[in-house]
């Protein structure tokens, strides 16, 4: 036989096959090589045994054999003296019978695509090798179904799961029974979002389903191609033929985390981005996947252990998911080896080497003794340098642009809408909010009988206004499908009816019983408001140090490597509603480097908060003081005379600028509001006009609105407005000013006349209105913002608090911290996004709750300066809350930890320019140095150690200046945006001002409808940079306690209110827990609830949630002290 006919085959007819020497090469089998071998094994029995090798057999698919960490860890195993290195063959495992395959002392062999499996089970019992790998179990490996029944008779944590048989004959008869938002198997509930995994774990098709309230559809993930490893797809129904496992869906802030065993005691791990988050693979400059090793906890560990001899798999590969504080494995992979890591295969091959070793060598009488150090490398956590350190980032952001919010109210009587009612638990509080597909549904039916019984029978006793429930009906029927984002309907239980007609009511008052029904709808986040949003949280990666590697020069990068390595715990928490949920998402996804939709990051980033009142409030529930303070709004507006000195007094009595401006503008609120109406009237006509004319029947304005849309909201703002009294309804003037800001935002293209003059106006009247709801004296504005936002502040107290604890999860194992200066370091992030009352609210806290004397501390004076000429708390607002630390410092000093506050009142209005108010730039030097040294904490010295210096080329040195009159400064974080004759689109400047880009933050053209320019975003202002911890710790204390005081003596008036039905209500849209269970009025518990890190649910606010007591009763689960 020719060597080139027989390429693989000695002369001897026994197979060729590699093995390795001692020197650790790899090489071709000489004769030698095969005498010494086949000696062994009795040709030549009475050789000297302690020349005897130890022949290890690598039986697997050439593939696997021939790849990188195999070769790496091999030639390291062959470096062991008396161990000899032997790979099978690919054609000989699939062709040759076992006899005649090589023979070996300890047997690494492992299933993968195309492997006889059966053969090499028959070839062990011929042959009785040291099996490393258990062959018999990796039958079980390839059966999901199998994995998880061992991994629960372990008892290791799993998520919770039903398996779904499908005969292939007949594969619709199975134990599935699928809802819009669920699906039943076997009885077992899944509520969405949940997973959908096939039976045979070779198949890698595995669906995420996602609600209908986060945009419903599913991920659909499969084995990488090119970049990717998922796709996201509209379609929402479960699969139909084959068998699937179904579970729980883990909220695990879009990393998983790969553990690899060497044996019971050795275990590396390493984070990835999640597959389902936005299916692209993250690869570095080689094409590699971007893995990062991060620290396993001593309870994982354990886990490690028990997956490693449960399977009795020596090399085991499997996922962990870290979710609500725990760990759950959710795959095992079997033999697996981590890539790229020099380390590991060191550590691998040791382990490997000394394991044969021990097992082999005094059967063979080879001379060997175990080595005294351990297996698995002690970890000797580092600690940072010397500068000070970001330890945690706190941020409340207002929702990004939205459409117009609309809302309709109907007392109702008819019994169709008290069973409605009672059917979803309304009585236990007296409210309830419909925001679910099926509930929609339910009252769209009821107001379609309604309307057929009232063309049916003129004469039958419907209460219910005819004009409102078609309105009612219209409203249900738009986009032709049901979102929870986008619509909802409140009812409230009124005992004696209205207590007075309202302006929009005609009836005469009834008697008895009644529902407010209140349809919300509008308000959905826009694409501006998307983009706004993104490009914030892009801008935002850039308050972090900088970074290591392939982020290296990027601005932002240092975010970015803090959190793929583990080092940052980040938390997103948003309210349920659609808007900043959106906003969440869209933010996440631009600070995290994410692509894709956003529902996928939607349901896996941004957690639902909406219990105890953290970031929702009850609009339609007022507080006593704000009904007070609301009234005398009222009375001082329906004046027809100019402001008077009184009036000012009245109005402004903290001597605001932004409102005594505003009421120079306004002089008489009567006769303006008189040209507002006036102007609303002339805008309804123009779109009447353009309505009839032919060139407009197809014109399509910004998202999809109609001309006949935009009709419907002014003409229903004009009718309320003026009210049948003659006198104006100021509750619709921010509606007014809502309104005419997006139409000259978003449909200046229409060229309406006198668009601008009412945007003057209604602005001045909502620059008095907005913000004095919230409280017109300083004590009404403790009062109300206490009422609103008290549960986050005592949320955010105890993120500062909890910060500076020892956290052993989610840090950088310090062995494999190359390059990183300072590998201990671990960020805390906590994004609270809510809307426009609860920033009203924090502000005001900060402002009024005497943080600090602005007679003592110059730079607080000049703050509150500052924000009193702030005029609007626009989209976008953010108010961040930093803490740093300073490792010099003795641990128990009072200046070991350093607290900054910061503000940006959001995006800019339409002809802000000019007169917008300016502070003193971000992160300005302290007043004791600021003409020589940056502050201690500031940005420079956080990133001494770090690539990213090409971002800073100038030291932040802002001259202070008076906050009205500050021109473009040095020093800030701003979007913006630029319009050219080719362009328009999206830039950023970033530490300092100068025309230089980010490279990967390219401006990009806006394809979406219309032609709208996305507003550019105020740079964030430094309030104070100079506060400790213990001062900020000591404000937030005294507050929540007088809070909590003051609540409390509100719950007692609730619960009066409520004797019969004191239970409060379970939002309805919480699934997993039953609305019928009863959930008694308590007093203030005894313990935070924020003990064990906040909520664990997923956002969707139709999808799993924690419990959700969305009234203001809820608002009293933390202590009194």
């Not at 703050?863 to 641990?891: F, G």
């Amino acid at each position: 036989m020719s060597e080139s006919s027989g390429q693989g085959m000695c002369n001897s007819g026994l197979p060729r096959f590699l093995i390795g020497s001692e020197v650790g090469e790899i090489r071709e089998l000489d004769d030698t090589d095969m005498r010494n071998i086949s000696g062994c094994y009795g040709e030549d029995e009475e050789e000297d045994q302690s020349e005897r090798q130890i022949v290890v057999g690598i039986c697997s698919m050439m593939k696997k054999s021939k790849s990188k960490p195999m070769t790496e860890i091999m030639e390291r195993l062959c470096k062991f003296e008396y161990i000899t290195v032997v790979i099978f063959p690919e054609e000989v495992i699939l062709n040759e019978p076992v006899e005649k395959w090589p023979l070996c002392d300890c047997l690494i062999s492992f299933h993968s695509k195309g492997f006889p499996l059966d053969k090499a089970v028959s070839y062990a019992k011929l042959r009785n090798p040291l099996l490393i790998n258990d062959l018999n179990m990796q039958y079980f490996i390839q059966d999901r179904r199998e994995v998880y029944r061992i991994l629960q008779e372990e008892g290791i944590d799993l998520p919770r799961y039903a398996v779904l048989n499908r005969d292939p004959d007949r594969p619709e008869e199975c134990n599935l029974v699928e809802s819009e938002d669920h699906v039943e198997v076997n009885g077992e509930v899944f509520h969405k979002p949940f997973v959908e995994k096939p039976v045979s774990a070779e198949d890698h098709n595995v669906y995420i389903y996602y609600p209908t309230s986060a945009g419903g559809g599913s991920q659909r993930l499969f084995r990488k191609i090119g970049s990717r490893s998922s796709v996201y797809s509209p379609e929402s129904t479960v699969r139909k033929t084959g068998s699937y496992i179904y579970e729980e869906f883990m909220p695990t802030d879009g990393t998983d985390v790969k553990v690899y065993t060497v044996g019971p005691d050795y275990a590396h791990a390493e984070a990835r981005k999640s597959p389902a988050l936005d299916g692209k693979v993250e690869r570095d400059s080689e094409g590699k996947e971007i893995r990062y090793p991060v620290m396993l906890t001593a309870m994982e560990k354990l886990v490690a252990r028990k997956v490693c001899l449960a399977f009795k798999q020596t090399v085991c590969g499997f996922d962990l998911l870290r979710a609500n504080g725990h760990s759950f494995v959710c795959d095992v992979n079997g033999f697996s080896f981590v890539k790229n890591s020099m380390k590991y295969y060191d550590d691998c091959a040791k382990v490997l080497g000394n394991m044969v070793m021990r097992e082999l060598a005094p059967q063979f009488h080879i001379p060997w003794s175990i080595p005294m150090e351990a297996e698995d490398i002690p970890i000797v956590p580092t600690t940072s340098g010397t500068m000070m350190e970001l330890r945690c980032v706190i941020a409340v952001i207002r929702h990004g642009d939205r459409t117009p919010k609309q809302k309709m109210k109907m007392e109702v009587r008819n019994a169709l809408f008290f069973e409605l009612f009672e059917k979803y638990g309304g009585y236990k509080t007296g409210k309830l909010k419909l925001k679910k597909p099926k509930q929609l549904q339910e009252v769209l039916d009821i107001a379609r009988q309604l309307l057929a019984e009232l063309v049916l029978h003129n004469d039958c006793e419907i209460e219910e206004k005819k004009s409102k429930l078609e309105q009612l009906k219209t409203v249900l029927e738009m986009y032709g499908h049901f979102s929870g984002i986008n619509r909802k309907v409140q009812l409230t239980y009124l005992p004696n009816g209205q207590p007075k007609a309202s302006s929009e009511e005609e009836d005469a008052l009834k008697e008895g019983p009644s529902l407010l029904l209140v349809l919300k709808w509008g308000g959905e986040l826009t694409p501006a408001g998307r983009v706004q949003a993104e490009e914030l949280g892009r801008a935002f990666r850039c308050m972090y140090p900088g970074g290591q590697g392939d982020y290296a020069g990027f601005p932002g990068c240092g975010l970015l490597r803090l959190h793929s390595t583990y080092r940052h715990d980040l938390k997103i928490y948003a309210s349920d509603e659609g808007r900043v949920q959106m906003t969440a998402a869209a933010f996440a996804k631009g600070l995290l480097a994410l692509e894709g939709e956003l529902t996928p990051i939607l349901v896996q980033m941004v957690k639902s908060a909406n219990m105890n009142g953290l970031l929702d409030s009850d609009s339609d529930s007022l507080t006593d003081c704000q009904q007070r303070v609301k009234a005398r709004l009222h009375e001082i507006m329906q004046k027809n005379k100019d402001f008077s000195e009184e009036d000012y007094n009245k109005l402004a009595p903290t001597g605001s600028p932004s409102l005594v401006n505003s009421m120079r503008v306004i002089v008489n609120p009567v006769r303006t509001c008189d040209h507002v109406h006036t102007l609303i009237k002339s805008l309804t006509c123009q779109i009447c006009k353009r309505l009839e004319d032919p060139k407009s029947a197809d014109l399509q304005l910004y998202h999809s609105e109609t001309l006949e849309l935009m009709l419907q909201r002014w003409s229903k703002l004009e009718r309320d407005f003026r009210m049948k009294n003659g006198r104006y309804d100021i509750s619709k003037i921010p509606d007014i000013y809502d309104c005419v800001k997006y139409d000259t935002q978003h449909n200046s293209s229409l060229n309406l006349e006198d668009t601008l003059e009412l945007f003057r106006l209604s602005r001045a009247l909502a620059d008095i209105i907005i913000p004095q709801e919230y409280g017109i004296t300083k004590a009404e504005k403790l009062d109300i913002a206490s009422a609103y936002c008290l549960p986050l502040v005592k949320k955010i107290q105890l993120d500062l608090q909890r910060t500076h604890e020892d956290e052993a999860v989610n840090k950088l194992h310090p062995l494999y911290s190359r390059g990183v200066m300072s590998p201990g370091r671990h960020v805390r992030t906590r994004l609270y996004f809510t809307s426009e009352s609860h920033v009203h609210s924090l502000l005001s806290i900060f402002r009024y709750g005497g943080l600090l004397d602005e007679q003592k501390d110059e730079q607080w004076k000049q703050a509150m300066d500052y924000l009193s000429a702030v005029t609007e708390l626009n989209y976008m607002t953010q108010i961040v809350i930093m803490l740093y630390e300073d490792n010099n410092k003795d641990p128990s000093s009072e200046e070991r930890f350093h607290v900054e506050l910061h503000f940006s009142p959001g995006v800019k209005g339409c002809k802000d320019e000019d007169n917008a108010p300016m502070g003193f730039g971000f992160r300005p030097a302290s007043s004791e140095n600021h003409e020589k040294q940056t502050n201690p904490g500031s940005l420079e010295d956080l990133s001494q150690d770090e690539p990213d210096r090409a971002t800073l080329t100038e030291p932040i040195n802002i001259q202070r200046k008076s906050p009205l009159i500050r021109n473009r400064k040095a020093g800030s974080m701003e979007a913006l945006s630029e319009s050219n004759t080719s362009s328009r689109g999206l830039a950023y400047r970033i530490f300092p001002s100068t025309s230089r880009q980010s490279p990967e933050i390219k401006p990009s053209g806006l394809g979406f409808e219309g032609c709208s320019l996305v507003p550019s975003i105020y740079p964030l202002e430094t309030l104070h940079n100079s506060l400790s911890l213990k001062q900020v710790d000591e404000f937030l204390t005294a507050l929540c306690k007088n809070g909590s005081e003051a609540q409390f003596k509100r719950l007692k008036s609730l619960s009066a209110m409520f004797e019969s039905h004191s239970q409060p209500s379970i939002d309805v849209d919480s699934q997993e827990t039953p609305v019928s269970v009863p959930v008694q009025l308590k007093q203030p518990a005894a313990q935070p609830l924020w003990n064990t890190s906040g909520p664990s649910s997923t956002v969707s606010s139709a999808g799993p949630s924690s419990p959700s007591v969305a009234e203001p009763s809820s608002n009293f689960g933390f202590n009194n002290e």
